[in-house]
């Protein structure tokens, strides 16, 4: 059974940083794209990064510059990596994984407060 389980949400403060993780099972991580997914309250759920199996990533306008996204395939894990955090990022984050069926965490919570 395929499961996706994130850790690392929480609380902290504007410009601060967080590291999310998504720990894959059931599943050999590195054969498929991946991403980070996020929705706000009262908005629709959008693309935050992705993640290609060769290692090409690509990232939403309002994160480039800072949040990484990144893998360790031998621990089927998946990661963000979160810097200068802004109260406009506080959402739910999803982790996600493409294969010929989409995948979802059961989402994480982000809260940064001003």
């Known amino acids: 059974q395929v499961q996706l389980v994130e850790s690392g949400g929480g609380l902290v403060q504007a410009g601060g940083s967080l590291r999310l993780s998504c720990a894959a099972s059931?599943?050999?991580?590195?054969?498929?794209?991946v991403g980070w997914y996020r929705q706000a309250p009262g908005k629709q759920r959008e693309v935050v990064a992705t993640?290609?199996?060769?290692?090409?990533?690509n990232y939403a306008d309002s994160v480039k510059g800072r949040f990484t996204i990144s893998r360790d395939n031998p621990k089927n894990t998946l990661f963000l990596h979160m810097n200068s955090l802004k109260p406009e990022d506080t959402a739910v984050y999803y982790c996600h994984l493409r294969t010929n069926y989409d995948y979802w965490g059961q989402g994480t919570q982000i809260t940064v407060s001003s």
């Open positions: 059931g599943i050999i991580f590195s054969r498929y794209g």
């Open positions: 993640l290609t199996r060769d290692g090409r990533s």
